[in-house]
């Protein structure tokens, strides 16, 4: 197993250089002694996307929270699955998080995660519940629907006849396209935001694993599990969602009975990267 993870300083761990065999990646932080640790908040990325998506939100609760990112198998510095074998399943992605915490020794953590990383989030919540005591979804996938504009790179990534192409060359204008979709305010997307979304893409092994997580992992039909979850959930979403409907965050609402649901009417399918300052108020 590898694995790319960051913590904050407030991670009582005690295992910030140390390696899960010979590839797990923490990159360290300095904490003071404390007799009561702190909770922790575990932040999971979406497609194509990196932990550093999260640094706004990890820089706000570092003060008072263990906060703990991680780039998923497939996607940032962790790349693809070390075993070939592996699908890009959801439930594998659940096990992959619970191996990380199990590593770091953390239990009982809130769980926070964005479209896909939203969907790891609360399926991980149903296969482990006893490790997650909260649930934050921000723009998660869950149920089907039908988006208003999907970027390029999903697109091109879906068709395995363009797999060959897209291996070998991804432009970044494909790149730029894709982060500017996501976003509600385009004068946000900066060059260097792109560069990090693009450089990280080429990663070797990344483009073949964003080809088959596309093909191997969007499925509903694990969508009644949704019912089943019973801990304090905050759903967060952006009015000006292209990719998946605000709809579907009343569906979330509707479904988890201990749930509360957030609408920021200015922004879009990545609300944490494009306002952080406005949406971690509610999650602190």
Not at 172 to 181: D, T
Not at 226 to 236: A, E, F, G, N, V
Not at 237 to 243: E, N
Not at 247 to 257: C, E, P, S, V
Request: with cysteine; glycine share 6%; aromatic share 8%.
């Amino acid at each position: 197993m590898q694995a790319h993870v960051a913590q904050s300083g407030k991670c009582d761990t005690n295992l910030n250089k140390v390696s899960m065999g010979k590839a797990f990646n923490a990159e360290p932080k300095v904490m003071s002694s404390r007799t009561k640790p702190p909770e922790t908040i575990v932040l999971l990325h979406g497609t194509s996307a990196s932990l550093h998506t999260w640094e706004g939100w990890s820089k706000a609760l570092s003060e008072q929270y263990c906060v703990v990112s991680m780039d998923l198998p497939g996607f940032g510095l962790t790349g693809p699955y070390v075993d070939e074998r592996t699908h890009y399943s959801y439930e594998n992605y659940a096990t992959f998080v619970i191996q990380v915490l199990n590593h770091l020794k953390l239990d009982r953590v809130t769980l926070a995660g964005n479209s896909l990383g939203g969907k790891v989030a609360w399926r991980t919540a149903a296969l482990y519940p006893e490790h997650i005591s909260r649930l934050i979804l921000v723009d998660a996938v869950g149920y089907s629907s039908m988006p208003k504009h999907v970027p390029i790179g999903f697109k091109l990534a879906e068709y395995s006849v363009m797999s060959p192409i897209l291996n070998r060359i991804l432009p970044r204008s494909v790149v730029e396209k894709s982060v500017l979709s996501v976003y509600a305010d385009d004068s946000k997307v900066n060059d260097a935001l792109v560069d990090r979304y693009y450089e990280l893409t080429l990663r070797q092994g990344n483009r073949q694993a964003l080809s088959r997580r596309l093909n191997e992992t969007d499925d509903d039909s694990d969508q009644a599990q949704i019912k089943q979850l019973d801990i304090p959930t905050l759903i967060l979403w952006g009015a000006k969602d292209a990719l998946i409907p605000v709809g579907n965050a009343m569906l979330f609402h509707r479904d988890i009975r201990n749930s509360q649901l957030k609408i920021f009417d200015n922004l879009g399918h990545v609300l944490h990267e494009e306002d952080p300052l406005a949406t971690i108020e509610v999650v602190k």
